[in-house]
């Protein structure tokens, strides 16, 4: 397949896994780019107007954007998403033998010691969630139950980027099932480098912030 199809199809593709589809994306990138080195910023804009709430898509967009070899920044990118060990730093940060939930509302969050949402992307405000764990933050936030993040590789943007994230959200009603949550009570983000506090998480956040993304 031809990289512009291939990013096409990525593009048009409104229902996988955020770090997957960012991982078919960064290889898409990689041959473009060997190819046809000024189609980088076209093609990193078009992802993101078609997947503006995805946090690892715009990690790989800046990433590639801001390296000085862009095609192996690219491949770097898809290694690092596919060969993610997020889940497994959660699961062992977590409680040992605390109750966890990860789904449902008030009845299943009021005997919980932690409650668990998966991130999108989350930023020094706020996060992208999917629209079912609202009310599962909303029922963790008032039965006083810590909230820890999942926020794997390419979710954790620093200042400026997330504001252009959530500028682009605002102007895509298109977006289906995302939605922005503030923080309030989160305790933990758990990524690539294991389980943080909340601040330790945020000051960690190590994405470059290209012009051509962040400009109004």
């Not at 998403?81 to 033998?97: G, V």
């Not at 909303?138 to 909230?147: G, H, N, Q, S, Y």
């Not at 504001?163 to 933990?188: F, K, Y």
Request: glycine fraction near 8%; charged fraction near 25%.
């Amino acid at each position: 397949m031809h990289p512009i199809e291939r990013l096409r199809y990525v593009a048009r593709d409104g229902w996988g896994d955020p770090a997957m589809l960012a991982a078919e994306a960064a290889w898409a990138l990689a041959d473009l780019l060997e190819h046809e080195p000024p189609a980088a910023v076209p093609a990193c804009r078009r992802l993101l107007e078609r997947h503006p709430a995805s946090g690892p898509m715009w990690w790989v967009a800046a990433r590639v954007l801001s390296a000085a070899d862009p095609v192996s920044e690219a491949e770097r990118c898809a290694d690092d998403l596919h060969s993610d060990a997020t889940s497994d730093l959660l699961d062992a940060a977590l409680p040992e033998h605390g109750r966890v939930v990860r789904h449902g509302g008030v009845g299943e969050v009021a005997s919980a010691d932690a409650v668990v949402v998966i991130a999108d992307a989350i930023g020094p405000t706020g996060m992208v969630v999917d629209g079912d764990d609202v009310g599962l933050l909303d029922a963790a936030r008032a039965l006083e139950v810590p909230v820890w993040v999942h926020a794997g590789v390419g979710r954790l943007l620093p200042p400026r980027l997330w504001r252009a994230l959530t500028r682009r959200v605002a102007l895509t009603p298109s977006v289906r099932r995302a939605c922005i949550a503030d923080l309030r009570g989160v305790e933990c983000v758990a990524g690539p480098n294991g389980a943080r506090p909340l601040a330790d998480a945020l000051a960690a956040a190590d994405c470059p912030e290209p012009p051509e993304l962040v400009a109004g």
